[in-house]
């Protein structure tokens, strides 16, 4: 008779605890625009962004996988640039491969933030106001279509985050090797949350960053926009010429990973870069021409100061301008079509000396 009061408690106080875990547990549904996943599960659906005048406005694809478990909100960015690629594709096999059942916090996926770029197939630039949406951050209600877009971004994704990874790769015409921007300009918290994202994500060269704005009404730059709000962010380069290589996907959803398991999100996964490349100084080299630009050495090649990157020549093939390294790094990006116009970045050089 004891026995069985003494079970009977214990089986009253194991199923009190059980509720109390439950409700200790349980998470609200995670809603971003009109997109709202219930825990443990992944919704899809489209943010609007609104006809203005006479631009028809666009659509923004989203993706809202909610754990089933508390943890941060981790914003993850594809096709701010239209051309790249591998971004997207590697955001629709993680939208399959990361389980809602298991996750702890939510990941927000932007599947192709620049849907005007994309279906124009237009490098840099957006069709619809020839502007780079990754300069236009956080954006403008009131502005043209690209300023517009990143308001939107900036106010229902980026708000709404507690980490921001935003994804790129060299544009169609960049033959890039792969590499990450830790930006340096945050608070201190944030700066040192952000260089543990970039050694999680796990791309060996990653350029210190030291120049962006910290005034978060122009913050320009969409990862910048997370960093001036006080969100740990990154910008991540894998691919480009427009190509959808397995490896570039493939070392873009290997990042992914690390950086969840960072988080604390997900508990197995990749782990940091151990032998990171800090690239202390990085330049962009331009052209002072318009016309036909032919390269003169490869991405991840080594040069030294006044080595000769490429050449500019004008439509009947006079050569207008020899273009030269101006410092001994490592090229990390360079332009691999002919189209040139003055102004226009043909190389992205790195070097670990800091100036
Ligand atoms: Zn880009």
Redesign the pocket.
Known sequence: MRVEVCMHVALMVAGMLLVLVTIASAQEPFAVGPVRATPGTTASGTLAVPARGADPGTTIPISVIHGTKPGPVLALTAG??GV?YPPILALQRMRASIDPRTLAGTVIMVHVANMPSYLARTIYYSPADGKNL?RVFPGNPEGTLSERIADVITRQVIDRSTHVIDL??G?GNESLRPYSYWITTGSPQVAEAGKQMALAFGLDHIIVDRERPTDPKASIYLSNTGVTRGKPALTIESGGMARTDHESIAQIENGIAGVLKLLKMRPDGPDPVSAPILLEHSEVVRSNFTGIFQAAVEKGHTVAKGTLLGRVFDFDGTLLEEIRASFAGEVLYVVGTPPMTKGEPVAFIGSTMRR
């Open positions: 701010v640039h790249e990754n790129h790769c544009d």
